[in-house]
């Protein structure tokens, strides 16, 4: 069974930094495209950023710039570096591994919260 655990959330000031971090244990990470999503109060859960198996990467434009996601084959781990932070990325951080066959994972959620 597929279980993703993210952490690394918290509370900053904005234009500080958090490093999210997501272990996936259960699936063939390393053939697997990873990715962070985020949900606000209110609104829909939307992508911040995706690596592939080939270390492609997405980002979404609002985060441009500002976050880095990378991944560790040998952890099975991806992070989010995300620096600058904005009070505008406040949000449950989602961690997500789509798998080669078109299955989906997602963790639990960790909240980033950030003041102004």
């Known amino acids: 069974q597929v279980q993703l655990v993210e952490s690394g959330g918290g509370l900053v000031q904005a234009g500080g930094s958090l490093r999210l971090s997501c272990v996936d244990s259960g699936s063939i990470f390393r053939f697997n495209t990873m990715g962070w999503y985020r949900q606000a109060p209110g609104k829909q859960r939307d992508l911040v950023a995706t690596i592939t198996h080939g270390d492609s990467t997405n980002y979404a434009d609002s985060v441009k710039g500002r976050f880095t996601i990378s991944r560790s084959n040998a952890e099975n781990t991806v992070y989010l570096q995300m620096n600058n932070l904005k009070p505008e990325d406040t949000a449950v951080y989602y961690c997500?591994?789509?798998?080669?066959?078109?299955?989906?994972?997602w963790g639990q959620g960790t909240q980033v919260t950030v003041s102004s």
């Open positions: 997500n591994s789509h798998g080669v066959f078109g299955t989906d994972y």
